[in-house]
């Protein structure tokens, strides 16, 4: 199983940007994705999760300025980052909580993650 995470970028203050991860592999079932992201110096910290049917969690300090969304036909989750401050300066990374088979029939379950990407806000 593999994430790749892009959409990362240097924007304003007050500007928008939009994540994307898409998921591959031999994969038999996505539960639950989200995104993370850890700032220099700091530990890792929740961002957004969106499960299997739809629902959204967030992150206190982004409520009402990001927006996670999937296609789960494209294996694919988002963030949609408006309204971004200094301090939303970190890598994001993408998870996702996946049933896949390997080349012996066996079934893996396993929470994966992407590589990360970057995103700066700054003047």
């Known amino acids: 199983v593999q994430l790749q995470a892009s959409g990362g970028g240097v924007v304003q203050p007050g500007g928008s940007l939009r994540l994307s991860c898409v998921v591959s592999?031999?994969?038999?079932?996505?539960?639950?994705m989200g995104w993370y992201r850890q700032a220099p110096g700091k530990q890792r910290e929740l961002v957004a999760t969106?499960?299997?049917?739809?629902?959204?969690d967030y992150a206190d300090f982004v409520k009402g300025r990001f927006t996670i969304s999937r296609d789960n036909a494209k294996k694919t989750v988002f963030l949609q980052m408006n309204s971004l401050k200094p301090e939303d300066t970190a890598a994001y990374y993408c998870?996702?909580?996946?049933?896949?088979?390997?080349?012996?029939?066996?079934?893996?379950?396993?929470?994966?993650w992407g590589q990360g990407t970057q995103v700066t806000v700054s003047s």
């Open positions: 998870n996702a909580d996946v049933l896949s088979m390997l080349y012996s029939g066996e079934y893996v379950a396993e929470r994966a």
């Open positions: 592999g031999n994969i038999v079932r996505i539960d639950s």
């Open positions: 969106v499960t299997s049917g739809g629902s959204t």
